[in-house]
């Protein structure tokens, strides 16, 4: 079931997979690399200071090993003198060693970045399983891991023992020689085996670099499914988004619906489009279009406006270019403003006619609405009867 598992996983890792493996601390490190970048800096600092660090470490040996009678029969007179060689000790020993430290980290930070994170200590909440805790024993990076542990043990220790054989002659001579030269031919051949462990690590390192942001980037490979179950988690399902819309869409119909007893009129043809308009001269610019739709809508927003004593004209053409042209809550276009101008007046003639304040106006003539408005105006003229 792994096998097919890891087999299905074949598709690089996206950004945001990448980018929460970050945050729960999951980023590529080299040890290799940061064990020899350590230790080429400490033996780089030994070989620029060697000579200052004999000189330091003779003159430490000859005042640790000069004490007199009274030395040793007051301890506390020992315990200073311990002391003082203990202090000038770590003043030399803690400077390299935190230069060392930043050394290694700097290096590890090249491979994965900075990335800090406490989750990695938070507890976990599934339970303890013993056997899949055995099964990652021999996952591919903890096997290749050991397998490369065990391999870099290997040749440091066949480097360390060649080196010692062939220089044992020399380290036994330094019995014999006097402290200063025993001191500097120690420094010298400590340097030299160091040179070639430091050798063995670059190699472990050239290597374990890039075969680190390898597995990184093959553990975190992605099956189709998981891709297809990420962008449904981003983008939202289909189901969802639709259903989501749906809502929207009723909610925008009522507020559309509940605008039509507002409406100054209803501009509609027979029976497929229904604009309705509303104008004030102290607060609007141009008449605005509260309402609008298509065929059942159509009918609904006349059905509507009748029960409102809302006008509604027959104006096929103003009707169409007003639907496909202007926005619903917007002002009218520009180019329709002669026509609908003519439609308020005739309106509000015939309101006025109502109250008996004027005569009744005949037909609505003729509105000058620009051809190209019109999206029937190419149609055969059947086609434009039917709308």
């Known amino acids: 079931m792994a096998d097919q598992d890891s087999q299905d996983r074949q598709l690089p890792a996206s950004a945001k997979k990448l980018q929460k493996a970050r945050e729960d601390g ?3 490190r080299s040890r290799d690399l940061g064990h020899f970048a350590a230790l080429m800096a400490g033996g780089m600092g030994i070989a620029l200071m060697l000579p200052t660090l004999t000189g330091w470490l003779q003159r430490s040996l000859q005042r640790s090993l000069h004490f007199g009678v009274e030395a040793m029969r007051e301890p506390k007179v020992m315990f200073e003198q311990l002391s003082l060689v203990t202090q000038s000790l770590l003043l030399v020993v803690v400077p390299m060693g935190l230069f060392m430290t930043l050394v290694g980290i700097a290096s590890a930070l ?23 805790g055995f099964g990652r024993l021999f996952a591919k990076q903890q096997m290749i891991d050991a397998l490369k542990a065990s391999l870099l043990a290997l040749l440091l220790g066949t480097v360390g023992c060649f080196y010692l054989y062939y220089h044992v002659d020399e380290f036994r001579s330094l019995l014999a020689m006097p402290l200063p030269a025993a001191l500097a031919q120690t420094g010298s051949s400590i340097q030299q085996g160091l040179w070639l462990l430091l050798g063995v690590l670059a190699l472990f390192a050239l290597v374990d670099a890039p075969l680190q942001k390898y597995l990184h980037a093959d553990k975190l490979k992605m099956s189709v499914q ?3 179950q990420e962008h449904k988690e981003s983008e939202g399902s289909q189901e969802v988004k639709s259903r989501q819309k749906q809502l929207m869409r009723e909610a925008s119909r009522r507020r559309m619906m509940a605008a039509v007893p507002t409406a100054d009129l209803v501009v509609m043809n027979p029976t497929h489009y229904a604009v309705a308009l509303k104008y004030d001269d102290t607060l609007m610019g141009a008449p605005r279009v509260v309402a609008k739709g298509a065929d059942l809508i159509a009918m609904a927003i006349r ?5 409102s004593q809302v006008p509604v004209l ?13 926005e619903l809550d917007r ?6 403003f002669a026509a609908v101008a003519q439609v308020l007046a005739y309106v509000y003639q015939m309101r006025a006619a109502m109250r008996g304040r004027a005569a009744m106006p005949g037909e609505l003539p003729e509105l000058p609405v620009p051809p190209e408005l ?3 105006h190419n149609l055969k003229p059947s086609t434009k009867d039917a709308e």
């Open 374 to 376: 019109d999206p029937h």
């Open 226 to 228: 998981e891709q297809k």
């Open 331 to 336: 002002e009218i276009p520009a180019a329709l």
């Open 314 to 326: 027959q104006a096929p053409v103003l009707a169409r270019a007003l639907y496909a042209h202007a």
């Open 303 to 307: 059905d509507l406006a009748r029960d």
């Open 26 to 28: 999951n980023v590529p």
């Open 110 to 132: 090249a491979v994965g970045g900075w990335n800090f994170t406490l989750k990695p200590l938070a507890p976990k909440a599934t339970p303890f399983k013993i056997i899949s």
